[in-house]
């Protein structure tokens, strides 16, 4: 992370973490003391860059498989988890809470009343001023925030005050044929058909929307769709606060979209996605 900082301006980064993990398989337990040091300790290593850090609990809205207020956990079990990492992280401004990694195959409204509760108690636990990120249906894709429904339901979420100061829509988008990132090459830029119709909605009731994850292989299609999709969120800084690139870390250089560097005897040298699209 310090790489990316200090050479490459990144100053945002999203830290996955599993629901099952945090509380080591006790489904509505207290947070595991050992399981929680060693996530904070990614956390704390993310903070002392001076970055913005996304707590992001990746589950899909599940717990083994069951929907959460869905016919699987309770939403009470839920809020638990998140106001217990409210509570420990209600000090530190550059942590977001991300509620959920790509909810998907629920129904957008229920979820939107989960959403609700978890927003409700992350204030009331004491974070009341950081962002938090709302996720949708359909892997909280771009492309489809609004025509699922995610859009509408989710733009009803408040803060207990019943503003919506901080609260950022949360979206995911690829660029290969079926949005996975793992469909092989990049074939759009994602702007016509997501970028621009979400960025109209979001002008039209002044909110915004953060791209939490994006990505490509190493080919010149991805770098030029890339690019161009970076280049459009940036100049529409208004709606998009920006992105994060998906994946770097414990990846393997050889996974298919990695941006982890290579070092070579302590000198990084970045993915070409990294230098030539991501890096700001």
């Given at each position: 992370m310090s790489h990316f900082v200090n050479n490459d301006d990144l100053n945002i980064f999203r830290l996955p973490v599993g629901w099952q993990f945090l509380v080591n398989g006790v489904l509505g337990g207290t947070l595991n003391s050992a399981n929680l040091s060693e996530y904070n300790a990614l956390v704390q290593a993310c903070l002392s860059t001076g970055a913005y850090c996304i707590i992001d609990i990746h589950n899909y809205a599940r717990w083994d498989g069951g929907i959460i207020g869905q016919g699987g956990p309770t939403n009470a079990q839920f809020v638990s988890l998140w106001t217990q990492l409210a509570e420990y992280y209600a000090s530190d401004s550059k942590i977001l809470f991300g509620v959920m990694n790509e909810p998907h195959d629920l129904n957008v409204t229920i979820w939107a009343e989960t959403v609700q509760e978890v927003v409700t108690a992350i204030r009331e636990a004491g974070a009341t001023s950081q962002m938090i990120l709302l996720p949708g249906n359909d892997?909280?894709?771009?492309?489809?925030?609004?025509?699922?429904?995610?859009?509408?339901?989710?733009?009803?979420?408040?803060?207990?005050?019943?503003?919506?100061?901080?609260?950022?829509?949360?979206?995911?988008?690829?660029?290969?044929?079926?949005?996975?990132?793992?469909?092989g090459d990049c074939v759009t830029n994602n702007i016509a058909t997501a970028f621009q119709?979400?960025?109209?909605?979001?002008?039209?009731?002044?909110?915004?929307?953060?791209?939490?994850?994006?990505?490509?292989?190493?080919?010149?299609?991805?770098?030029?769709?890339?690019?161009?999709?970076?280049?459009?969120?940036?100049?529409?800084?208004?709606?998009?606060?920006?992105?994060?690139?998906?994946?770097?870390?414990?990846?393997?250089?050889t996974y298919v979209l990695s941006l982890t560097p290579t070092d070579n005897n302590g000198v990084w040298t970045d993915q070409p996605l990294m230098t030539e699209c991501l890096a700001r």
């Amino acid at each position: 992370m310090s790489h990316f900082v200090n050479n490459d301006d990144l100053n945002i980064f999203r830290l996955p973490v599993g629901w099952q993990f945090l509380v080591n398989g006790v489904l509505g337990g207290t947070l595991n003391s050992a399981n929680l040091s060693e996530y904070n300790a990614l956390v704390q290593a993310c903070l002392s860059t001076g970055a913005y850090c996304i707590i992001d609990i990746h589950n899909y809205a599940r717990w083994d498989g069951g929907i959460i207020g869905q016919g699987g956990p309770t939403n009470a079990q839920f809020v638990s988890l998140w106001t217990q990492l409210a509570e420990y992280y209600a000090s530190d401004s550059k942590i977001l809470f991300g509620v959920m990694n790509e909810p998907h195959d629920l129904n957008v409204t229920i979820w939107a009343e989960t959403v609700q509760e978890v927003v409700t108690a992350i204030r009331e636990a004491g974070a009341t001023s950081q962002m938090i990120l709302l996720p949708g249906n359909d892997y909280t894709s771009a492309g489809t925030y609004i025509s699922d429904g995610s859009a509408e339901a989710l733009a009803a979420v408040t803060n207990p005050d019943g503003t919506t100061t901080n609260l950022i829509f949360d979206v995911h988008k690829y660029l290969d044929s079926d949005n996975s990132g793992s469909g092989g090459d990049c074939v759009t830029n994602n702007i016509a058909t997501a970028f621009q119709p979400l960025a109209t909605w979001l002008n039209s009731i002044d909110r915004q929307a953060l791209l939490t994850e994006t990505g490509g292989i190493s080919s010149s299609a991805c770098a030029t769709y890339m690019c161009e999709q970076i280049a459009f969120l940036n100049q529409n800084s208004n709606v998009y606060l920006g992105y994060v690139g998906w994946a770097a870390g414990s990846f393997a250089t050889t996974y298919v979209l990695s941006l982890t560097p290579t070092d070579n005897n302590g000198v990084w040298t970045d993915q070409p996605l990294m230098t030539e699209c991501l890096a700001r």
